[in-house]
């Protein structure tokens, strides 16, 4: 077989327009990650839309819980919450991510975690129970807590991921407890405060394991 006929057999490098061919696009291939790629970074979309996309889900989620649909309001939340995940992922693998971008999307984390912890502490208060609104408030100043001594732990140059009640975990209460909560039509289930008091738990059990994390990570390095 002459070098031509070798080289007519192989498979060709694109087809036309530029693809690459369909047999080289294999699941989970570096072709395929590239191919990928590509797209992302033609397109118009932005990491910015995410994060303002799982923003709005959040605040309609707030509204829901005040509007006592809360078999909704989790839905909404956790939808939100995954385009919270993706926004950092979607940025990575397109290539669009931007400081700002990242300022924006920790940002917006915070907040949402906010506000529909905010529309929640309403909702036991239009209730009465101060018990759960006192547990929504520890809630969200621990959460806040659990956010900010990490990113100060990182300042200091101390990698801080330790604890309980990171955010996905966070997540998964809160959406528990409002997808089962009392009237979402999901059976006799009353769900609501005691994620709400869970969640106050381990966020301030969370804030003790870090800061822990970080004085044994300085003074190992001779800093405290």
Not at 77 to 102: E, H, I, N, Q
Not at 120 to 147: D, E, I, W
Not at 165 to 175: E, H, K, Y
């Amino acid at each position: 077989m002459t070098v031509s006929e070798a080289s007519a057999k192989r498979e060709p490098l694109s087809e036309p327009g530029g693809r690459a061919p369909r047999s080289r696009l294999r699941a989970g291939g570096p072709a395929e990650d590239t191919w990928l790629r590509n797209r992302l970074i033609e397109s118009r979309l932005t990491p910015n839309a995410i994060s303002l996309t799982g923003f709005a889900l959040n605040v309609a989620a707030a509204g829901l819980v005040v509007s006592r649909l809360f078999f909704l309001a989790g839905m909404a939340f956790v939808v939100g919450s995954v385009m919270d995940t993706l926004d950092g992922r979607y940025s990575r693998m397109s290539g669009k991510g931007t400081p700002f971008g990242a300022f924006l999307d920790s940002t917006l984390d915070r907040l949402e975690e906010g506000i529909v912890l905010t529309a929640v502490a309403a909702y036991f208060a239009s209730r009465h129970n101060q018990v759960a609104v006192a547990a929504v408030v520890a809630a969200v100043l621990g959460s806040l807590m659990v956010s900010y001594t990490r990113a100060r732990a990182e300042a200091l140059g101390v990698a801080c991921k330790v604890g309980l009640a990171t955010r996905p975990v966070r997540v998964v209460i809160l959406s528990a407890g409002l997808v089962f909560a009392k009237g979402a039509s999901l059976g006799h289930f009353e769900l609501l405060a005691p994620a709400v008091y869970v969640l106050a738990g381990l966020t301030v059990v969370t804030t003790l394991q870090r800061i822990a994390h970080v004085r044994g990570q300085l003074k190992a390095a001779g800093q405290v």
